[in-house]
């Protein structure tokens, strides 16, 4: 069983591109959640989703979308990418809203 | 103000010394506490949620204080393996995680 998978493992991107992260998990979990991690700032909640087909906005949701079109995929799209969007980015997991969140291993994201 | 605050460290301990975090948080309606754990360059992983009446897993015991909004986490005979970044996590009302900016712990030979 994998948990939760994040690709690419690491990306370099000229400013302006569209640019999508993907994010699957095999623990038929509910809900699924995008964050950001930059120094100093911690992780920070981009975009969420509870269960399939509903999607909602975090703390730092401008400038990218997501979609859920099923229960294992939750993918996060940089319709053009600008350099302040340069980060570490974590997909996560829960069986629902309210309980542990489970984390993919991360895709650090450099836009040029 | 931060949501959640922390101390960001670092904390730098011999082997076997006890070591204390302390976390305060400003939405005095959350509901839901714990503290991840991350290596260098690694994904989060829960450490122990945190419940109202304290709780302790071997060498951790968390506790909460829902009065003064403050969470905490002692880590005693620390181990060389313990040297991470601790995250303090609150949850408000609706499932969302809120995280502090970690604390980092350095435990030296």
């Known amino acids: 069983i994998a948990g939760i998978t994040q690709a690419p493992t690491s990306q370099i991107l000229a400013a302006g591109r569209r640019m999508t992260l993907r994010c699957t998990q095999d623990?038929?979990?509910?809900?699924m959640y995008w964050y950001r991690q930059d120094l100093g700032l911690g992780l920070r909640l981009i975009h969420y989703?509870?269960?399939?087909?509903?999607?909602g906005k975090g703390e730092v949701p401008d400038g990218y979308s997501v979609s859920r079109a099923n229960t294992d995929d939750f993918p996060l799209t940089l319709a053009s990418a600008v350099p302040s969007q340069t980060s570490v980015y974590f997909c996560?997991?829960?069986?629902?809203?309210?309980?542990?969140?489970?984390f993919g291993p991360g895709t650090r994201l450099t836009v040029l | 103000r931060k949501e959640v605050e922390q101390d960001p460290g670092p904390f730098n301990v011999p082997e076997g010394a006890t070591v204390a975090f302390n976390c305060t948080y400003s939405?005095?309606?959350?509901?839901?506490f714990f503290w991840y754990r991350q290596d260098c360059r690694k994904e989060p992983k829960l450490l122990m949620s945190?419940?109202?009446s304290g709780n302790e897993d071997g060498r951790f015991t968390a506790q909460l204080n829902r009065a003064s909004q403050y969470i905490s986490l002692l880590i005693r005979d620390s181990k060389l393996s313990d040297s991470a970044t601790y995250l303090c996590?609150?949850?408000?009302?609706?499932?969302?995680?809120?995280f502090g900016q970690g604390t980092e712990l350095s435990v030296k030979p």
């Open positions: 989703s509870n269960t399939a087909g509903t999607t």
């Open positions: 939405n005095s309606a959350s509901q839901s």
């Open positions: 623990m038929r979990h509910n809900a």
């Open positions: 945190v419940y109202s």
């Open positions: 996560a997991s829960s069986e629902d809203k309210n309980n542990e969140q489970f």
């Open positions: 996590v609150v949850s408000p009302r609706g499932g969302k995680l809120i």
